[in-house]
């Protein structure tokens, strides 16, 4: 006596559907995150050096576009997304920015991030 269920093809073409689909995503959103985590890294680095909060606003910004070309992160455009606040307690640069990847068609993915470090005199 036989008793085992057997999948019909739908839903071995269902199961393979969703799974394709959400490892499409995974494979969009991951390396915004891995760009991010290597952002955050790089500014954390500035945060450590000694005296970084006395540098002008111009050299700290080629400083963090130089930083993100050695590592590989290109089209992030430094005088757009990063805002450099002088502070009583020093100088805070501020990452903020959104990224947009295509999905399918007209649905679009939409990842918001921000990283706040305070530069040591």
């Known amino acids: 006596m036989n008793n085992r269920q ?3 093809v ?3 073409v269902f199961m ?4 394709g689909g959400a490892l499409s ?3 969009k959103i991951i390396p915004l995150y891995l760009d991010h985590s290597t952002m955050s890294k790089v500014l954390d680095s500035m945060a450590s ?3 970084m909060a006395g540098k002008t606003r111009a050299t700290l910004e080629s400083t963090i576009t130089q930083k993100f070309k050695m590592n590989n992160i ?3 455009s430094v005088k757009d997304n990063v805002e450099i606040k002088r502070t009583a307690n020093g100088t805070e640069i501020i990452m903020d920015y959104d990224v947009r ?3 399918v068609k007209n649905l679009d993915l939409i990842a ?4 706040t470090v305070e530069l040591r005199k």
């Open 6 to 8: 057997k999948g019909s």
């Open 10 to 12: 739908g839903s071995w």
């Open 16 to 19: 393979i559907l969703i799974f």
């Open 25 to 27: 995503i995974a494979f």
């Open 49 to 51: 050096e000694d005296g």
């Open 74 to 76: 290109r089209d992030f």
């Open 101 to 103: 990847v295509k999905l």
């Open 112 to 115: 918001d991030f921000e990283k």
